[in-house]
Structure formats: structure tokens, C-alpha cells
């Protein structure tokens, strides 16, 4: 098992950057293939980034594509998302999720592949 909690949302203008942390507690945190996704009001939960189990292969939406980085951290078993040139559409609750893949790849974009998931936090960016 394993238990995550986001931070680091917040409010801020187009064109900023934001950093998000997702912390897990639990056993083995380098076992788990992460993803972040987010939510916005009135839409369905979607595929924002993925990291493998060791950090070394990731993989983006086209629409955050160049402006976000997922990175880990495994001796702090923390997980990150640089957002950079942050615009309105990228307004949403963001969601880090974990999965106990058997493999080092990226574990893919359809939320349903993911066992664990946090509480989420809000990230709002004004024009």
C-alpha cells in the first residue's frame, strides 16, 4: 500500500511557474510507476505526465508538451511537476497516482491503470 499527498497549488497570472509536489508514504516507493493528471470543472480526469519506476523515461500530453516536467525523487519518495508558461486552460485540481507496475516503463495515460491516487490540489491561473 501506499499513500500520497499532493501540495504546492496555489493561484497565480499567465505565465508563471508552479512546482508540484506528491509525497508517498508506504513501502517501496521505487516499485510504483507515477502519473500526474488534472480535473477541470464540468470535464473528465486527464493524462497531464508519466514516470517510469527509476526516472529515466516520461511521457506527456500534447497539450502540456515543452512547458511541464515529471521528475522523481526516490530517496525522498516524492514525486514532481514543473509547470512552466502556466495559461488559463491549464486551470484544474492535479492528481498524482501510483501504480505497482512490474515493469520500468511508464504505466500510460487512461487513469483506470492506477491503483493509488491523492487527495488533489488546486492549481488556478488567471489571464
Known amino acids: 500500500q501506499v499513500q500520497l499527498v499532493e501540495s504546492g497549488g496555489g493561484l497565480l497570472q499567465a505565465g508563471g511557474s508552479l512546482r508540484l509536489s506528491c509525497s508517498a508514504s508506504?513501502?517501496?516507493?521505487?516499485?510504483?510507476?507515477m502519473g500526474w493528471f488534472r480535473q477541470a470543472p464540468g470535464k473528465e480526469r486527464e493524462f497531464v505526465a508519466a514516470i517510469n519506476r527509476s526516472g529515466g523515461n516520461s511521457d506527456y500530453a500534447g497539450s502540456v508538451n515543452g512547458r511541464f516536467t515529471i521528475s522523481r525523487d526516490n530517496a525522498k519518495s516524492t514525486v514532481y511537476l514543473k509547470m512552466n508558461s502556466l495559461i488559463p486552460k491549464d486551470t484544474a485540481v492535479y492528481y498524482c497516482?501510483?501504480?505497482?507496475?512490474?515493469?520500468?516503463?511508464?504505466?500510460?495515460?487512461?487513469?483506470?491503470?492506477?491503483?493509488?491516487w491523492g487527495q488533489g490540489t488546486q492549481v488556478t491561473v488567471s489571464s
Open positions: 497516482a501510483a501504480e505497482p507496475y512490474r515493469l520500468d516503463g511508464v504505466r500510460g495515460r487512461r487513469p483506470a491503470l492506477y491503483d493509488y
Open positions: 508506504g513501502r517501496a516507493f521505487s516499485s510504483y510507476a
